[in-house]
């Protein structure tokens, strides 16, 4: 089988930030017309590392990695203003509150404009015409008037098209969206979720679906990366990690949600809580709170292993050394 | 929009009602009264005096006489000052206090919000700490101090430079007007920074921020197109009560710096018991004061559409 085209690469990625180190060592891959989606707990580090792939960590952030690629290009030596060449242009993000994303002073119409001026070189005019268009694809009605109001007219489900018109206004070939559907309710949060998936399909665009929502990830992922306490411990194909789950953490999530069609915010139902991340961690993170914890797993990290085809994930229990001897 | 401002407008024409009630009852309950000083009116102007405004009649009379008076815009006549009528005085000498306002106002306002904005961008470095200094000494420094400091150093400047740079009193062309107005407005100032900076990085803390950040705006573009007007708002809010201090601040400045506005003419009357003229700057104050809210409320729905479209009363 040939390896789809990486549009995004990733290798030991590292953010630190007030004395804590947040995001440890994460590898990613995204591919073109694909669905990467991030899960894990509430501060595992999901969104520092999503702002990190647009460089929009605070000035204080500290960050590092072995390399990153996007489009057959290295970012990591850009500039400001390169990256600013590159922002909303080829990456777009979504953020989580659509209620908050919005200029409140601002008509809705003009802050989608804003984006095409910029980046599209087209003039006021022909920018509004794009924007009331764009809103209208995103189904919409009345867009030309909905594009003239505020943000504080508009409902949340409205507002967040907007946001996503915002987005992908430039036509960018990787967006992430950090819990899109969180604030919104259920009918609402399916039909975003329809409207990016064929987003992806028709513009060949990468996503990467941050959420909480394992309903959300089986629904609209092929490939998933399970985070906690700013390291991925588990990556894989969707069906995969969700039928045979290899890291302790993994089927702790699993088995915090009765029923993945229940759609329903159940991450935190693990006893414990996670590490502190201002001291160094010498072992496992999650060993603290995992059942099948061995004397190695608070001593040592343990390495990425290969537990399935196309799936990985960092324990002690997938260590070919310690299965032969069992 | 018309019915909100409609609204502003009665409230204010009860204010000012309240206001004239206020200063008349408290006049009369003052020990004294102008007669008695040596340097009172004449008999003959006392005699007229005595019938026009009824002041040998019971007080509720003299009121309703007071109110019908001042309801048809006639203030009276000084009691001080023989034949002057309380509305020339304040015809020639409130254009004086009002160019000082207006100037130390528009000082105060630009000054504070760029302040401010400097501030907030170099938070909690140097031009920032500098700047909050600077915001503290000019909030508790008496503008008395403050204005006999400014007029040492236009001398020295002066004695320096062996011409005269700036005139230290007085009025008459732009030069003599900077000084006490940047003297009137700097404890506005201070405090219109310190609210601009707070509610910058409010500002620059929020959502939407992040978000004109990640369409490669740049910081300038996000300056001026996402924070500033945003930031501004609690400042606008704020002008309102900054016009009564700068008012207020007006009665001494003009006093040290010899300018003859209608601040001046307050004061003196206050010390002469001039009633008719305390009575009538008072309301007039108060009644420029409350167009002024009313107007500046109108900014704010200008610069904020949440106002400006549910605060219209439809
Ligand atoms: N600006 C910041 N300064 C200091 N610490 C921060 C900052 N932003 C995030 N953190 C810390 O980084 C950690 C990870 O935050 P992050 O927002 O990435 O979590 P998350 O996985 O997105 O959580 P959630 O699901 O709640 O959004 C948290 O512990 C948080 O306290
Ligand atoms: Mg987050």
Same mark, same amino acid.
């Given at each position: ?49 999503? $702002? ?97 109001? *505020? ?41 975003? $979720?329809? $409207? ?17 929502? $394992? ?21 894989? +194909? ?46 496992? +993170? ?18 990425? *292993? ?21 | ?99 000082l306002g207006?100037a130390a106002?528009?000082i105060a ?34 503008s008395?101090?403050?204005a ?32 006490p107005a940047l003297v009137l407005g700097l404890g506005t ?57 700068i008012?207020?601040g007006g009665?001494v400045v ?61």
């Amino acid at each position: 089988m040939k390896a789809p085209e990486s549009l995004l690469s990733v290798r030991d990625l590292n953010i630190s930030l007030g004395g804590q180190h947040l995001v440890r060592s994460v590898d990613l891959d995204i591919e073109a017309g694909q669905c990467l989606a991030l899960v894990g707990e509430s501060g595992s580090g999901k969104s520092l590392t999503a $702002l990190s792939l647009m460089r929009l960590l605070p000035r204080s952030a500290k960050i590092s990695q072995q390399y990153i690629l996007f489009e057959g290009q290295s970012l990591a030596a850009y500039s400001e203003a390169q990256w600013r060449q590159l922002r909303a242009r080829r990456i777009a993000m979504i953020f989580q509150n659509p209620m908050t994303a919005m200029n409140p002073t601002m008509r809705v119409g003009q802050q989608i404009a804003e984006v095409l001026c910029l980046h599209a070189g087209v003039s006021r005019r022909e920018a509004n015409r794009q924007a009331v268009a764009l809103l209208e694809r995103l189904g919409i009605v009345n867009a030309a008037q909905k594009a003239r109001q *505020y943000p504080f007219e508009m409902s949340g489900g409205m507002l967040q098209r907007a946001v996503i018109a915002m987005a992908i206004a430039c036509k960018p070939a990787l967006l992430i969206a950090d819990e899109p559907t969180t604030a919104l309710d259920a009918t609402v949060q399916a039909e975003v $979720l329809v $409207l990016l998936r064929e987003l992806c399909n028709e513009q060949n665009m990468g996503l990467l679906l941050i959420t909480h929502d $394992l309903g959300v990830v089986r629904r609209m992922a092929q490939k998933v990366a399970v985070m906690y306490a700013g390291k991925l411990v588990e990556t894989g +194909a969707i069906s995969r990690v969700f039928n045979t789950p290899a890291h302790p953490y993994t089927q702790a999530l699993k088995q915090a949600m009765p029923s993945l069609t229940e759609q329903r915010d159940s991450l935190m139902a693990i006893p414990g809580t996670p590490p502190d991340l201002s001291k160094p961690i010498a072992g496992c +993170a999650f060993a603290a709170r995992c059942p099948q914890a061995m004397n190695v797993c608070a001593r040592q990290q343990p390495a990425d *292993y290969l537990t399935a085809p196309e799936q990985h994930a960092k324990c002690w229990l997938w260590d070919p050394a310690r299965t032969k001897a069992s | 929009m018309i019915a909100y401002i409609l609204k502003r407008l009665a409230y204010g024409a009860i204010t000012i009602w309240f206001i004239a009630t206020a200063t008349f009852f408290s006049m009369h309950a003052v020990p004294g009264d102008p007669f008695n000083e040596a340097k009172a009116a004449s008999p003959q102007l006392r005699q007229n005096l005595m019938a026009r405004y009824g002041l040998d009649k019971p007080v509720t009379e003299q009121y309703l006489i007071y109110l019908r008076n001042m309801l048809r815009g006639d203030f009276g006549i000084s009691f001080t000052q023989e034949n002057r009528q309380v509305n020339d005085i304040i015809r020639e000498h409130f254009p004086v206090s009002a160019i000082l306002g207006v100037a130390a106002l528009l000082i105060a306002a630009t000054g504070g919000i760029i302040g401010g904005a400097v501030a907030a961008h170099w938070h909690n470095r140097s031009p920032d700490r500098a700047m909050m200094i600077a915001v503290v000494l000019a909030i508790s420094v008496p503008s008395f101090v403050i204005a006999a400091l400014a007029q040492m150093a236009i001398v020295r400047a002066n004695d320096w430079l062996s011409f005269p740079l700036l005139p230290v009193a007085g009025w008459g062309g732009i030069s003599h007007v900077w000084v006490p107005a940047l003297v009137l407005g700097l404890g506005t100032m201070a405090y219109l920074a310190r609210l601009m900076r707070s509610s910058m990085l409010a500002v620059m803390q929020s959502d939407y921020v992040l978000t004109a950040r990640a369409k490669g705006l740049s910081d300038w573009q996000i300056f001026r197109k996402h924070q500033l007007r945003n930031a501004m708002l609690p400042v606008v809010t704020e002008l309102g009560p900054t016009i009564a201090a700068i008012t207020t601040g007006g009665f001494v400045v003009e006093l040290i710096f010899a300018i003859p506005g209608l601040g001046r003419y307050f004061v003196q009357a206050i010390q002469q018991l001039d009633y008719t003229v305390i009575m009538g700057t008072t309301v007039f104050y108060g009644a420029f004061l409350v167009l002024m809210v009313v107007l500046i409320d109108i900014a704010y729905g200008l610069i904020d559409p949440r106002i400006r479209l549910h605060g219209d009363g439809r």
